[in-house]
Nanobody, 121 residues
Framework: QVQLVESGGGLVQAGGSLTLSCAVSGMIFQINKWAWYRQAPGKQREMVAA???????NYADSVKGRFTISRDNRKNMVYLQMSSLTAEDTAVYYC???????????????WGQGTQVTVSS
């Protein structure tokens, strides 16, 4: 019903920048919240940044001031601009949306397949 496709991951040197993108498609009536999560090897998945339909944002303490989440409601896309990257940012990054599907009365959560970000020190 809803598909998420992430792009923009890769290998970057410490101190560098990278921007992730996530395109959402399907039977979408409304996207209530967009978020980026990440999961490093041996660690639990954690929320990195989130943005609501109205534009309110929330960031993990570890990325505040370095990462910026934004979205384009018309294109159904969300972005994560990452700067001053460190080795601790190395992880698989997942796009997550809370979507109200056409014809449904309640929203559901969907995940992308993940994109690898590797920061070399």
């Amino acid at each position: 019903q809803v598909q998420l496709v992430e792009s923009g991951g890769g290998l970057v040197q410490a101190g560098g920048s990278l921007t992730l993108s996530c395109a959402v498609s399907g039977m979408i009536f409304q996207i209530n919240k967009w978020a980026w999560y990440r999961q490093a090897p041996g660690k639990q998945r954690e929320m990195v940044a989130a943005i609501t339909q109205l534009g309110s944002t929330n960031y993990a303490d570890s990325v505040k001031g370095r990462f910026t989440i934004s979205r384009d409601n018309r294109k159904n896309m969300v972005y994560l601009q990452m700067s001053s990257l460190t080795a601790e940012d190395t992880a698989v990054y997942y796009c997550n949306v809370d979507v109200l599907i056409l014809g449904e009365s309640s929203s559901d959560e969907f995940w992308g397949q993940g994109t690898q970000v590797t920061v070399s020190s």
